[in-house]
């Protein structure tokens, strides 16, 4: 059965960074991309970077990029969410999910991932 289980999260204050891990068991992730979410209190569910199969490219949305890297370790199935420079606006539940492409990570995502993790807690505050 596939499955994807996020963890790394914690409460930081503003300036810190902190590296989200999506570990994933009974597929091989390395053939799909990987997207990384977040959903704050009261808004929806946003997508924030997505890395593509066999690492072809790496996506972000404008609000974390040059902060947020996406990475992945195809030996131990994982990909990463390295976070820097943290914002009390990054503070949500990060979830990950696999698609076949990072397309729709943006809009869309939801008739295009699936295999959704159970997040993690990231709270950015002083």
């Known amino acids: 059965q596939a499955q994807l289980v996020e963890s790394g999260g914690d409460s930081v204050a503003p300036g810190r960074s902190l590296r989200l891990s999506c570990v994933a068991s009974?597929?091989?992730?390395?053939?799909?991309?990987i997207g990384w979410f977040r959903q704050a209190p009261g808004k929806e569910r946003e997508g924030v970077s997505c890395?593509?199969?066999?690492?072809?490219?790496?996506y972000y949305a404008d609000s974390v990029k040059g902060r947020f890297t996406i990475s992945r370790d195809n030996a131990k199935n994982t990909v990463y969410l390295q976070m820097n420079n943290l914002k009390p606006e990054d503070t949500a539940v990060y979830y990950c999910?696999?698609?076949?492409?990072?397309?729709?990570?943006?809009?869309?995502?939801?008739?295009?991932?699936?295999?959704w993790g159970q997040g993690t807690q990231v709270t950015v505050s002083s």
């Open positions: 999910a696999e698609a076949l492409t990072c397309d729709r990570y943006i809009s869309g995502w939801r008739g295009a991932f699936s295999t």
């Open positions: 009974g597929f091989s992730s390395d053939y799909y991309a």
């Open positions: 890395i593509s199969s066999g690492d072809r490219g790496t």
